[in-house]
Every structure is written in structure tokens, then in C-alpha cells.
């Protein structure tokens, strides 16, 4: 009996292999030969796709492993497999087997058959034993770490080199990613060097002499508007911290601002209760930021504030700030700032609003609420799922890279002496007692959009572009999720007797999310509903949450005067006492403004590899239904950009980056 077997190798730098391969067809009724893979010339070489004949004295039934060994010929050659296929000779369907793995050393790997399959609809003995051997196996490679307490716990791993050739950049991806590192930070040692050559900073224009290469459309538009109080609210709804604004429908107990403050800054015939009544008024209040303990940079404190920040919806300006305290608790030397107030005096106020803006999208809306909550799923379905089962089918390519690309950040970030030491004013411990805050008040509700904006009140704020397309993008993946899950499980009694499901969901709350029982995911699925849920949150944040608050940091922080990394002076007490001087004096120098512009740069600029959202380049399912579903949902996805293509025509100011094409599949950067 003959097989033909095509064997894909991959399609990124060295992928192929000159070492020897072999290939054996497990089967219900026995084994192949062992066949070497090697015809004439070359072959395994990157992007090939190679056919090979295999033999076996009898019929091998249907086919259930592909048995891959590799072993080294003179020098080791590490090989990635995408797929194999085997068709018998003669007809007969063809049976597909993703791979996408790499065969490291001398090595043997068994690849399952691609149908996506529960345990319980496992028969055969050879099945049940693979299933079995690969989670002991990834049990043993995947284990869990307390980085620091008190937040999400992540991957064993002390760096980027301790994780398995699997979760590793593709060649050409880590060469990009360090390479723009370096061209960032070798600007700006150029920018350093001219700059010190020239004067330092005098006044805010002097901050346009790092505005060199690295810039973009909305940066510039930055620079010109960022004084206005129209573009300073618009920041809160369609910058790169989205989340933090909500209804105030009472005014906090400790920011004292009475109707005859800013009843100037209403629209005629109107109050500030009763505005508050209406719905129009809207609080960001930092009060995560109080007492957060200051970085020390080059011997010097910096300084940190908790502001809280009044706005009002006004019917011709749009939202507009009204009145800013710079410190939760009030007192003689805790004013409240107005648009009245001196310029310099409200323009400084501001920047001290969008200096904790810095720190809590930074940190807590980027850090935390996508890339850790990514990271505790992705070492959950690596421990706890068969490459065989349909949800890890589902999940595996918005999870590509998380656990790279968060290796990097606690290495080189926010390591102790990682950029966010060196530039920025939570920088050291300050940056985790900021995550251990956040940590402890994180829910799973606030991580459904649908629930996020109830629960801030702001379902009826005009302008809003953030919430109108995520909107649009929850319910597609809603749609697809669901459309999904219901191929694999037909009611709620099959979710709750997955065996390795339920074992998941545990590891997830009990393992990852540990010791918050407020956080509000129980660890126990038990209906169809919640598992569809809980997996559209999961691609949600991997990709368009991802997008929105990482994408755009460039564009609202490359002018540092509008959201500085770090403060200098301690914020102002008296209203009259603010100048110039006083400004240049507290905005971060000329070495903190080139970093902060060249790492916003590297993070948000648009990756040459990325994979836009819902494009699996690497097939996981091979089902027709399945194959059908995602096709289903990169066509809504489609109509979704054209949509927001076009109501962004006409803009100044466009918001696209919640364009399914901008938005990658997974969290990578």
C-alpha cells in the first residue's frame, strides 16, 4: 500500500533544514515504513512544499498520527513543519495534519490528524495515549511564575530565551523588532547630541527639535491642537486610555466644585446640577495615582499627582474640561483649576491631567488589561488543552507571540533597570504598586465592552468613536464565537462534561488570576453561553482592546508636552506662581523627551508581519463548517472597516484604528 505525503516547511528565515527527516503514517490497523524524506535535489527548504511516496505492507486504516523525526546531519538545522498531508495512492481522501511547530535536535514528533475532537469522542487507544502524553509533556515546558506579587502570574521563564522554539519570534520578526529599537535609539542620541550642541529646552516650540523622521500624521495635528480644551477632552474618548472617563452624577466628596465655578464654562440657561442631572457632566478621576511612591532618575525625584478632572458635554464644543484638581484631598494648597484661571496656570493643570494619563494607560490599560490577562490564557491553554481540541484551535492564533513579547517587557520595560526606570515617574516601585492597584479592583465584567460602557455611564457621549467600533467589532466576534462553539458542543451538559475544558477554566482562575475571588470569572464553566463569552473577552482584548490603547501611543505622545512620561516639579499650589520657566522645569528633559518619543515609536508604529485580525495564516481547523464560519467572520469584519472608512470621510481627525485590517491577531508588540 502507497501514500503520498506532501510535507509544507515553513515560510520564514530559516525555516528548511538539511538535516536528515523521516516520516512514519500511524494508522488504525498499524504503522508505515519508516521513510526518509529526501528526494532528488533540494528539498525542506523554506516554503517548499514537497511530495514524498510511503509505503506499508498492508492498509494502514485511517490515518491518525504523522510520526516526524528529525536528526542532525554534520551541523544541527532546526526545521519547521507547517502541515503535512497524506492521500492514499489510488484515491482516497486526503487527511490534513497541522503542525506549525518547530524540530529542535534530535527529535520525534507525533502530529494529530486535523479534525478538532473533545476527549469524550476519543476511541481509540493510540488517541487517547497522544492526548494524554502531549499535556503531560507541555505541563512539564509551561509552568507558572509569581513575577511579583500581588498581579496576574505569568510564564517560567527569566527572558525571551527560556520559552520554547514555539512561542519564539519568527527570524524575520526579531530582527524587526530589535532593529527599530536601535534605529529609534540611535535617533535619538542623535537628537541628544544636536540638542546639546544648540541650547536646551527655553519654551514649548523647543520641544519641535525632535521631530525629525520619526513622526506622524496625528502627532503633528498633536503639536498644533494639544493646547485646546475641545482636543484635551477628545483624548479621553478616542485616545490611548479610552476607559477611564465615566457619568458623574454626583460630585466626589473631596473635589468641592461649586455652580459658581464654572457656571461661566455651561451653555446659558442652565446649572451645573442640573447639567448633572441631564447626564452631560463627566468625571476622570486618578485617585489609583494617589501616594503612588515617585521614581528617582539620575539622583533626582520625580513627581507624581492623583488629579481629578470635571468635564462637561457641551452642546457646541464638544466635551470640554471644566474644572481640575491635581490631588485627591483638597485644601489651601490643592486649588481648583478653571478655564478661567491664567493660561500657563490651566495649560499646566492640564498636563499634570495627561502625566497620570501617561502612567495609567501605560501601565494599567496596556500592561495589565491586555497584555497579563493574555498571558495567564495563553499558559492555561497550553497546559490544559490538546492541540487537538477545538478551543485550542480556536484560541492558539490570538495568543501567537503574548508570551515573547511579555518576556521583553519584563526584561527590558519594566525590569529594574528597564526604560520605564530610566524615563518615566512610576518607573521602579512605583510601577507595581500602580499594578497591584489596579489588580485588585480588575473585574471580568469590565472587560466586556458591552458591560464597560453601562457601567461608566457614557453610552450616550457624542463623538465617541472608541466605543462605536468596538461595539461593532464585540458583536462580530460575538457572532463568530458562538457560531463556533456551537459546531463542538450542542448544549450546555457536553461544556460541562469537558473534562480538559473545566480543567482549563481552573487553571485560568485558580492558577492565573490567584487569590482575586472579586475578579468575578468562577472557575467552573457551566453553560454554552458562558464559554462563548468568556472566548470572545479572550479575542476581544488580543486584538481590538490591544489595538486601541497600544496603536495610537505614538500619535498622542510624541509631542511630550501633551502627555509626558514624568514630571519634574511637584504640582502647582498657587495659580499665580506658574510661568514659563516653572513648565519647562517640571516637563521631562531633553534625554526623558527622546526616549519617551523613540519607545512610543517602536511600540505603536504598524509592524512590517503583522497578521490583521481574523487572517489565520496558519489553518488550524480543517472542518468545511468551520472553515465556513471564518469566512463568515472575516466578511463582517470587512464590512465593518468599509463602515468606519466611512465615517471617518470628511474628518480632520480620523479614528482608525479599529479598522479590522490595523488590528493585529494577536498581542505581539
Same mark, same amino acid.
Given at each position: ?91 482516497? /481522501? ?6 506549525? %511547530? ?54 517560567? !521563564? ?76 477628545? @483624548? ?26 464654572? @457656571? ?20 476622570? /478621576? ?258 481590538? @482592546?490591544? !489595538? ?66 481574523? &487572517? ?26 468599509? &463602515? ?14 479599529? %479598522? ?10
Amino acid at each position: 500500500m502507497e501514500y503520498t505525503v506532501t510535507v509544507a516547511t515553513g515560510t520564514s528565515e530559516y525555516s528548511g533544514t538539511n538535516n536528515y527527516v523521516y516520516v512514519t503514517l500511524v494508522g488504525e490497523k498499524g504503522e508505515s515504513e519508516r521513510t526518509v524524506l529526501d528526494n532528488p535535489g533540494l528539498d525542506l527548504c523554506r516554503g517548499a512544499v514537497d511530495d514524498y511516496t510511503v509505503r506499508s505492507s498492508a492498509p494502514l486504516g485511517r490515518v491518525l498520527l504523522v510520526r516526524l523525526e528529525k536528526q542532525k546531519y554534520w551541523v544541527e538545522d532546526n526545521w519547521f513543519c507547517r502541515y503535512v498531508l497524506v492521500t492514499p495512492t489510488g484515491g482516497g /481522501d486526503t487527511q490534513t495534519f497541522p503542525c506549525y %511547530c518547530w524540530l529542535v535536535g534530535d527529535v520525534k514528533v507525533e502530529v494529530r490528524e486535523g479534525t478538532a475532537k473533545k476527549l469524550n469522542e476519543e476511541i481509540l487507544p493510540q488517541e487517547l495515549a497522544h492526548r494524554t502524553a502531549e499535556l503531560q509533556q507541555r505541563q512539564k515546558t509551561y509552568r507558572w511564575q509569581a513575577w511579583a506579587p500581588g498581579i496576574p502570574k505569568c510564564i517560567d !521563564a527569566k527572558s525571551e530565551a527560556d520559552l520554547h522554539p514555539d512561542d519564539r519570534f519568527a527570524n524575520e520578526k526579531r530582527s524587526d523588532f530589535e532593529g527599530s529599537l536601535h534605529y529609534a535609539l540611535l535617533e535619538l542620541s542623535l537628537k541628544k547630541l544636536a540638542i546639546r550642541f544648540g541650547k536646551s529646552w527655553d519654551d514649548l516650540d523647543d520641544f519641535k527639535r525632535i521631530f525629525w523622521k520619526l513622526r506622524s500624521p496625528i502627532a503633528e495635528y498633536t503639536m498644533k491642537h494639544w493646547k485646546e480644551d475641545w482636543f484635551f477632552g477628545y @483624548q479621553f474618548l478616542n485616545g490611548s486610555n479610552p476607559r477611564m472617563i465615566r457619568r458623574c452624577r454626583m460630585l466626589p466628596s473631596n473635589f468641592p466644585v461649586s455652580d459658581d465655578m464654572v @457656571q461661566a464654562f455651561l451653555n446659558p440657561n442652565t446649572t451645573l446640577d442640573k447639567e448633572l442631572k441631564a447626564g452631560n457632566i463627566y468625571l476622570v /478621576d486618578h485617585s489609583i495615582m494617589d501616594s503612588v511612591p515617585a521614581n528617582v532618575i539620575r539622583n533626582i525625584k520625580q513627581h507624581i499627582a492623583a488629579p481629578l478632572c470635571l468635564l462637561y458635554e457641551h452642546p457646541d464644543s464638544g466635551l470640554i474640561p471644566i474644572a481640575i484638581q491635581l490631588e485627591q484631598n483638597p485644601s489651601r494648597d490643592t486649588p481648583i483649576f478653571l478655564p478661567s484661571d491664567p493660561h500657563l496656570a490651566w495649560l499646566l493643570a492640564k498636563m499634570w491631567v495627561r502625566h497620570a494619563e501617561f502612567q495609567v494607560f501605560q501601565v494599567l490599560s496596556h500592561l495589565l488589561h491586555t497584555h497579563l490577562v493574555a498571558e495567564v490564557i495563553s499558559v492555561a491553554t497550553l497546559r490544559q488543552l490538546p492541540a487537538v481540541h477545538p478551543i485550542y484551535k480556536l484560541l492558539t492564533p490570538h495568543l501567537k507571540y503574548t508570551l515573547e513579547i511579555n518576556c521583553r517587557a519584563r526584561t527590558q520595560l519594566i525590569s529594574p533597570d528597564g526604560i520605564f526606570k530610566r524615563v518615566v515617574s512610576t518607573g521602579g516601585d512605583g510601577l507595581l504598586v500602580l499594578t497591584q492597584r489596579a489588580y485588585k479592583i480588575l473585574t471580568y465584567r469590565s472587560l466586556q465592552p458591552n458591560f464597560d460602557f453601562l457601567d461608566r455611564g457614557v453610552t450616550k457621549l457624542k463623538n465617541y468613536f472608541y466605543r462605536d467600533h468596538v461595539l461593532l467589532i464585540w458583536d462580530a466576534i460575538h457572532n463568530f464565537v458562538s457560531r463556533m462553539v456551537s459546531l463542538y458542543y450542542s448544549s450546555d451538559s457536553e461544556v460541562q462534561q469537558d473534562t480538559e475544558l473545566q480543567a482549563w477554566i481552573k487553571e485560568i482562575v485558580d492558577e492565573g488570576f490567584v487569590d482575586r475571588p472579586e475578579f468575578g470569572l468562577a472557575n467552573e464553566l457551566k453553560t454554552k453561553e458562558e464559554l462563548i463569552t468568556l472566548l470572545s473577552v479572550v479575542i476581544f482584548t488580543t486584538t481590538a @482592546q490591544h !489595538a486601541a490603547t497600544n496603536n495610537g501611543q505614538f500619535d498622542w505622545c510624541a509631542w511630550v508636552p501633551n502627555t509626558p512620561c514624568t514630571m519634574r516639579q511637584p504640582p502647582p499650589t498657587d495659580k499665580d506662581a506658574v510661568t514659563m520657566g516653572l513648565i519647562i522645569d517640571t516637563l521631562p528633559d531633553i534625554s526623558q523627551s527622546c526616549v519617551q518619543m523613540a519607545i512610543t515609536w517602536h511600540l505603536g508604529r504598524a509592524q512590517p508581519d503583522a497578521i490583521p485580525m481574523a &487572517q489565520y495564516m496558519e489553518q488550524y481547523f480543517v472542518e468545511p463548517a468551520a472553515l465556513q464560519v471564518i469566512e463568515t467572520f472575516k466578511q463582517e469584519l470587512k464590512d465593518i472597516e468599509e &463602515q468606519i472608512i466611512k465615517q471617518n470621510e470628511g474628518l480632520e481627525l480620523q479614528y482608525l484604528y479599529l %479598522c479590522p485590517s490595523r488590528i493585529e491577531n494577536s498581542i505581539t508588540i
